[in-house]
Every structure is written in structure tokens, then in C-alpha cells.
């Protein structure tokens, strides 16, 4: 008889696709996959332990999961980051396996269940079961990150950045595709960075080439893109290339030069300004999409003001904010002139203000464009689009839009964008 497992996946986009990758590994003939813990016989818990806020949502599903006196196995990057930690924490958790023990997956996994699994390689060595819908899907094209921010435990967690081999990667784009997948998600920890590590001449830039050779994909969507890793060339590939979606996801975590130089980050708010200016200018319809942090050890009030100047003068479509986080294990744990919390969450508070107002703003001028995209969901009567206006991953808003006939998810079509609000747009279809 099969075992019932449930699997449940925190934190990130990439996390996501390992516990897809997981999923694959599973001998379908002795598991069943059930979306209801209460109906599992074993739960994998696949864990975030990026900052506090995850590590304690982590922690809360484990305990959550124990209570229901499951069979819990734990895997991750908290597993990964407090693997000794954790066994002596809870002892009742059956098996953690870290991030570099997922070679080794099936294996340890059969001391859990007590029975012989198939022998493969790793995550890399599965069939993987997709979590989204059918239509779309996240393509990882790395692990790790070199960056060494000096806020961010990711190295210490996946180690450094390596790219997967371009072959690899088609191969996977191209299964994906013939799958009846039409848009492609291409992450990692930074995109940008593809191929630096290899030998065969390829970047993200003839990468996303190749994908683009793929007939039936419809859609090609970038996240992650460090500043200044975003060359001419990329830039005016998403400027020619219609499938690719113009859409630039560029964490900058800050505006002020001395935060920037203290995190360890790379370029000045001149950089960022004038990078900005470019891709507007060769890109007239592009999104872009940041993420900010404040309240980082040494920031002023007056840098929370510089930094709301330069969100208006940029005028980003989509902002994502949150507070520093000290992390063990990073240099700016240690760091002087660390800032109270509450300072922290008032400052937070402005940079949301300020971004709402902005998005505001931006939503307004999209009023009578005709955008194209995936019909998505439904949203009561009506039905929900994305466009090159919005990632897939809950962070930006949604676009409602009403159609007079029923339409099938997945398929695509044009709206007609009539009214906006602080997030969200509204549209109606539009008949061709």
C-alpha cells in the first residue's frame, strides 16, 4: 500500500523548485501525493531560514505539522543553516536533510520509510512535478550566490554561485514547453550572473537566446538582476524580443552610497540613476520592479529622505520594503550603529507610503493600454490577467478584467486597461 506525502514548501521561488525537483524523486508506486497534511501518512517540510521573519514561519509549520503526530522530514535552507541546531531542538522531526546532503535524498529518505528507492543522483536526477499551473513555470538556472552582501546569509546557506550547464537548461525549457507550459520563469540568486563560471562562452544574454528558439514558449520573464551586471546587450534584447517580457526585477536595496558601500553592494545612487534612465529610455515600456531595505546599521533619516527623492525620481511600478534583519554568520551582525526596531518599522512605514503614492501614480498612465497575457484565474465574475506588468509570484498586483464570454486559464488574450487603483489595474477584454 502507498504512502500518503504531503509536501509542503516555504520562502522563495528557487525553494519552490527544489521541492518540485523533490517531488520527482518519489517512486510513484509506493507514494501518493495529497495537498492535505491530515491526510499524509509523511510531511517533507521544505524550509526558508533566509531572516527571522522565515526562520520563525519555518519553525511554526514544523511544530505545527508534529502536533498533528506526522512524520516529519525537514529539509531546506534552516535545515541547511542549523542542521546540528535543529536535530537536538526537535528530536522529534525524523530526518533533516541540508541543502548539501540533497545528492543523497532518495537514501535518507529510505530510512524513513523503510523501503528501497530509486537510485538517483540528487534533485537534478528527477522528473519534476510541477506546483504552478500547467501553463507556466519557473526555470532555475543556478545555485548560490558570490555577491557577499554583507547583510545576507544566502552564501552561507547555498554557497557560491554555479551555473547550470546551457544544455542542461534547454533541455529542461524544452520538456517544459512540450508539456503545454507557454511562459517561462527564468531565476536564480542573481540572473544576471549566468555563465561566469563557465567555459563555453555562454551568458544570460545567449541563454536567453536559446530559449527563444523554442517554438510554442510565448513568454520569457527575468527576476533577480543585479545592477550592475545589466549590460547594453541584455537591455536591448528585451528591447527587440517581444517575448521577452520587459520587465526588469532589479533589487536595489538602497539609494545612498554610503549604505550601498557599508552593504557591500556594488555602484552609487549616480550608477543606479543613470542605469535606471537607460533602460527607460532604450525600453519605453518597461516595468520596473525593486526591493529596499531599511533601517540598515548606520543609515540617517536624512538617507530615508534622499531615498524617497530618488523612488520618485525613478518612479518604480513595483516596490518591495523591508527591514534589516541581523543575521549570525554576516559581517554587518556586527556592525556599530545599529537601529531600533521601532525606527526601523517607522522608517519602513515611509518607504511604503511614498511607494504606494508612486504606484499610484504609475497604475493611472496604463488607463486605455491594451495589454496582452495569460487569462490566469477567475476573480468572482471576472477573470484575472498577467501581463508584462506583473510577476507570478504574489508580489506585484493583479489585473482584473471582465469578459461578456467565458474564457479558458491559460489561454491568451488583449485588454483594455480602464481604471487603476494603488495596486491593482482593471480592464475589460477586448473582442478581436
Given at each position: 500500500m502507498s504512502k500518503k506525502v504531503c509536501l509542503i514548501s516555504l520562502g522563495c521561488a528557487k525553494n519552490l523548485v527544489d521541492s518540485e525537483n523533490m517531488l520527482g524523486l518519489l517512486d510513484y508506486d509506493k507514494f501518493e501525493i495529497v495537498n492535505d497534511v491530515d491526510n499524509a501518512d509523511l510531511v517533507i517540510?521544505?524550509?526558508?531560514?533566509?531572516?527571522?521573519?522565515?526562520?520563525?514561519?519555518?519553525?511554526?509549520?514544523?511544530?505545527?505539522?508534529?502536533?498533528?503526530?506526522?512524520k516529519v522530514v525537514v529539509t531546506g535552507c534552516l535545515a541547511?543553516?542549523?542542521?546540528?541546531?535543529?536535530?537536538k531542538l526537535i528530536p522529534e522531526v525524523s530526518l533533516f536533510i541540508p541543502i548539501r546532503k540533497y545528492d543523497e535524498f532518495n537514501k535518507l529518505l529510505e530510512k524513513v520509510v523503510n523501503e528501497p528507492l530509486p537510485d538517483k543522483e540528487?534533485?537534478?536526477?528527477?522528473?519534476?512535478?510541477?506546483?504552478?499551473?500547467?501553463?507556466?513555470?519557473?526555470?532555475?538556472?543556478?545555485?548560490?550566490?558570490?555577491?557577499?552582501?554583507?547583510?545576507?546569509?544566502?552564501?552561507?546557506?547555498?554557497?557560491?554561485?554555479?551555473?547550470?550547464?546551457y544544455d542542461e537548461i534547454i533541455k529542461e525549457a524544452k520538456d517544459l514547453v512540450s508539456n503545454?507550459?507557454?511562459?517561462?520563469?527564468?531565476l536564480e540568486q542573481d540572473t544576471t550572473k549566468y555563465g561566469i563560471d563557465l567555459n563555453d562562452g555562454h551568458d544570460i544574454v545567449s541563454l536567453l537566446k536559446g530559449l527563444l528558439e523554442i517554438k510554442g514558449l510565448d513568454y520569457i520573464r527575468l527576476l533577480y538582476l543585479y545592477p550592475d551586471e545589466i549590460s547594453d546587450e541584455l537591455i536591448d534584447l528585451i528591447a527587440k524580443e517581444k517575448r521577452l517580457t520587459s520587465y526588469f526585477d532589479i533589487p536595489i536595496q538602497h539609494s545612498e552610497s554610503h549604505v550601498?558601500?557599508?552593504m557591500n553592494r556594488r555602484g552609487d545612487r549616480e550608477f543606479l540613476l543613470e542605469l535606471f534612465k537607460k533602460i527607460k529610455e532604450k525600453v519605453p515600456n518597461s516595468v520596473l520592479r525593486t526591493t529596499i531595505m531599511v533601517g540598515f546599521p548606520?543609515?540617517?533619516?536624512?538617507d530615508i529622505d534622499r531615498l524617497l527623492d530618488f523612488m520618485n525620481e525613478v518612479e518604480f511600478d513595483h516596490?518591495?520594503?523591508?527591514?534589516?534583519?541581523?543575521?549570525?554568520?554576516?559581517?554587518?551582525f556586527d556592525f556599530e550603529n545599529q537601529i531600533d526596531e521601532e525606527i526601523k518599522k517607522s522608517r519602513l512605514s515611509k518607504v511604503m507610503r511614498e511607494a504606494r503614492k508612486i504606484s499610484y501614480k504609475k497604475n493611472k498612465s496604463h488607463i486605455n493600454e491594451i495589454m496582452e497575457g495569460l487569462v490566469v484565474g477567475k476573480n468572482g465574475d471576472d477573470y484575472l490577467l498577467r501581463?508584462?506588468?506583473?510577476?507570478?509570484?504574489?508580489?506585484?498586483?493583479?489585473?482584473?478584467?471582465?469578459?461578456?464570454?467565458?474564457?479558458?486559464?491559460?489561454?491568451?488574450?488583449?485588454?483594455k486597461i480602464t481604471d487603476a487603483y494603488v495596486y491593482d489595474l482593471v480592464g475589460e477584454l477586448v473582442d478581436e
Open positions: 517540510v521544505n524550509t526558508c531560514g533566509f531572516i527571522e521573519p522565515s526562520k520563525k514561519e519555518s519553525l511554526d509549520t514544523i511544530f505545527s505539522v508534529l502536533e498533528k503526530n506526522k541547511q543553516r542549523y542542521y546540528e541546531d535543529l536535530k540528487g534533485l537534478r536526477d528527477s522528473l519534476r512535478i510541477l506546483s504552478t499551473p500547467k501553463y507556466s513555470a519557473y526555470l532555475k538556472i543556478g545555485e548560490g550566490c558570490d555577491n557577499r552582501c554583507t547583510y545576507c546569509a544566502i552564501p552561507l546557506i547555498r554557497g557560491g554561485f554555479v551555473s547550470r550547464p503545454g507550459v507557454r511562459e517561462i520563469i527564468v550601498l558601500k557599508d548606520g543609515e540617517t533619516e536624512q516596490v518591495g520594503a523591508f527591514t534589516f534583519s541581523k543575521e549570525e554568520g554576516t559581517r554587518a501581463s508584462y506588468w506583473n510577476a507570478p509570484d504574489d508580489v506585484d498586483g493583479k489585473i482584473i478584467f471582465s469578459s461578456n464570454k467565458a474564457l479558458e486559464i491559460g489561454t491568451i488574450v488583449k485588454v
